[in-house]
Each structure stands twice: as C-alpha cells, then as structure tokens.
C-alpha cells in the first residue's frame, strides 16, 4: 500500500458546526503532516507528527485541533471554523530514515465553511 | 535557510513542443530537491526527486530535471508536451531535521503550465 488516504474528500460545515478530517497510511512512515492550501497558492504547513508526538505547530489557530492516535491515523478537529478557512486540506507523510526522498501526499479534503 | 524562487508563474507551450519550468533554490547545504505536480482539485504527486546522487533525475511521465550547483537551479524539463501535462508544478527543497525524524519542505510559489492543441 503506497497510499495516503483522505476522508471525506468534500466537506461543508457551518461555523458553529465541529467536524473532523481523517488521514490514514500503511506505509509504515512515523511523521505525518497536515497542510493548508488556498487557491492558486502552494500549500502551508500547520502541523508535523513524528512518532504520534506533536513536534510542529505552525501558530495555527486553536480551533483547529490536530490528534495522531496512532502511526497509521492523523486527525484533524475543526470546530468555530471561519469563512477564511475554507481551503484544501492535505495531509502527508514520510519515512523516518528517508526525510529526504519527499512526501507522499493524500488527495485533500475539500472544505468550504459557510 | 533554505528558499526555493520558480521563475515564470505561468508557462504557455503547444501540444508536441518542449517543456522548461525554472526553478532556482538558496541553501545552505547540500540540498534535497523535488517537483510535484497538481492537477486541478487534486492533491499532490511526487514527479522527480534529487538526493545528492546523479544530477540528472529522470522522473514519471518524460519529464526530467538537471541539479546545478554552479547555477543553484533545479529546472524540470520535458521535451514534447502533452495536453495531459496541464497542471500547477512546485519546486520544493527539503529542510531536513534528521535527528527528529521529519522534515519540513519549502514550497516555490508554483507554475501554471497550459498545454494548447
């Protein structure tokens, strides 16, 4: 399995809705990575697992919550989102002796807060 | 620091004829380097990457780059366009931080590569 895979690929939600996006790979890669991605602009990161441990936060606001319950599963909780937020949203990962041969990418989530 | 600058934010080629994306990067040591490629509401796939090995990287698709130290550029080339080919392409430097397992990738600002018949 040489996949990451995002659900849902779509997602619209209210700003007082709480809702979660889910990333899951058999890679066997320890770091896992959420990236923000507005149109026609590259993608930001917001968040680095490594070995399930929270190791970057890119001062992103607190109503997004990242959550790695284990080396397979990364999350992300959204709660009081804003317009603004709206985005894709990818998550990646990678293998812990190979940092240097790239990502793998999942295909995104869609999300539009309305 | 590491930065990565792509030159042409938008590149217009006809179907049959060569591809040159640029992409020139600042370093401060021996970097690592890819092109990733999107398709419209796609995410993003790996087409070639350089780890320090032969400066000539052949990647999917017929496309390919050429690492110069001397010139610090990462150019993506491809010598007869597909309509397939229509994307938003990223040059990308890794920022490694081996010792925690992870690394962060700086992101070029992207081309737009349109393909016409």
């Known amino acids: 399995d040489t996949e990451v895979t995002q659900t849902p690929k779509h997602l619209v939600m209210g700003m007082t809705n709480k809702k979660s996006l889910k990333c899951e790979q058999h890679?066997?890669?320890?770091?896992m990575y959420w990236y923000k991605q507005k149109a026609k602009k590259p993608p930001e990161l917001m968040f680095v697992?490594?070995?399930?441990?929270?190791?970057i936060n890119e001062s992103v606001p607190s109503r997004f919550s990242p959550e790695c319950p284990n080396s397979s599963l990364l999350n992300l909780h959204l709660h009081a989102l804003q317009p603004e937020d709206s985005a894709l949203y990818l998550c990646?990962?990678?293998?812990?002796?190979?940092?240097?041969?790239?990502?793998?990418f999942g295909s995104g989530t869609r999300l539009t807060v309305v | 620091a590491q930065s990565v600058t792509q030159l042409d934010s938008h590149v217009s080629v006809s179907e049959g004829t060569p591809v040159l994306l640029r992409c020139n990067y600042s370093s401060s040591y021996s970097p690592s380097l890819f092109w990733y490629v999107q398709h419209p509401n796609k995410g993003l796939q790996l087409l070639l990457k350089?780890?320090?090995?032969?400066?000539l990287v052949k990647g999917i698709n017929g496309f390919e780059a050429e690492f110069k130290k001397s010139e610090t550029s990462f150019h993506l080339t491809k010598p007869s366009a597909h309509m397939s080919d229509a994307a938003e392409y990223f040059c990308?430097?890794?920022?490694?931080?081996?010792?925690?397992?992870?690394?962060?990738?700086?992101f070029g600002a992207g081309t737009r590569l349109a393909v016409h018949p």
């Open positions: 890679m066997g890669h320890r770091a």
């Open positions: 990308v430097v890794s920022d490694a931080f081996f010792s925690g397992g992870y690394n962060k990738l700086i």
């Open positions: 990646a990962s990678s293998h812990p002796d190979r940092v240097n041969y790239g990502y793998t």
């Open positions: 350089y780890t320090s090995a032969a400066t």
């Open positions: 697992y490594s070995y399930e441990k929270l190791s």
